[in-house]
Every structure is written in structure tokens, then in C-alpha cells.
């Protein structure tokens, strides 16, 4: 079992940036599949970025080129650098993973991003 806990969410002006945390209860050097997720107001939640194996990742079009993910193996953390946000960047943000495929997965409690002037 994985517990994993979001931080680092918070008000930012657009322009700005946040790195997002997600600290997990165990090793997570071979968890296959780890992502981020969010979900706007009135939307559904959609893929942000994923990091597969920790060589891998993959980025939604929206988001190419502002955000990074990545993992800090020693640390059991995966990061969401954010820059450049938009308004439409508004959302609770979820960490998630995926220990095999096809295995169990798990969330995070999510953390809110808020992009306002």
C-alpha cells in the first residue's frame, strides 16, 4: 500500500509559478506509473503529466513546455514544477500511482492551485 500526500498548492498571480510536492509512504523507485492529475471547477479530472519508470513522461498539450514532473527517489517524492500559469491552471491537483501494471492504484488527498490577479 502507497500513501501519498500533496503539498505546496496556493493563490499565484498569472505569470507565476509553484512546485508541487507529493511525498509517498514508501520507496517509490520501482513504482511504475506515477502522475499528477487535477480537476477545475466544474470540469473532470484530466491527465497533467506522468513519469513512467522514472525515465518516461508524457505531458498534456495544455501544459508542454510550463510544467515538469519528476521524482526524487531518495527523497520518495514526485514534483510538479509549474511556471508560467494560467487562469485555466485552476484546480485541485492529485498526485497518483500505480504500482504495476494493471495493479492497485493510489491518490492523494489533492492540493488547490488557485491562479488569480
Known amino acids: 500500500q502507497v500513501q501519498l500526500v500533496e503539498s505546496g498548492g496556493g493563490l499565484v498571480q498569472p505569470g507565476g509559478s509553484l512546485r508541487l510536492s507529493c511525498a509517498a509512504s514508501?520507496?517509490?523507485?520501482?513504482?511504475?506509473?506515477m502522475a499528477w492529475y487535477r480537476q477545475g471547477p466544474g470540469k473532470q479530472r484530466e491527465l497533467v503529466a506522468a513519469?513512467?519508470?522514472?525515465?518516461?513522461?508524457n505531458y498534456a498539450d495544455s501544459v508542454k513546455g510550463r510544467f515538469t514532473i519528476s521524482r526524487d527517489n531518495a527523497k520518495n517524492t514526485l514534483y510538479l514544477q509549474m511556471a508560467s500559469l494560467k487562469f485555466e491552471d485552476t484546480a485541485v491537483y492529485y498526485c497518483?500511482?500505480?504500482?504495476?501494471?494493471?495493479?492497485?492504484?493510489?491518490w492523494g488527498q489533492g492540493t488547490q492551485v488557485t491562479v488569480s490577479s
Open positions: 497518483y500511482a500505480r504500482v504495476n501494471i494493471g495493479g492497485l492504484l493510489y
Open positions: 514508501r520507496s517509490i523507485e520501482s513504482i511504475y506509473f
Open positions: 513519469n513512467i519508470r522514472g525515465t518516461v513522461t
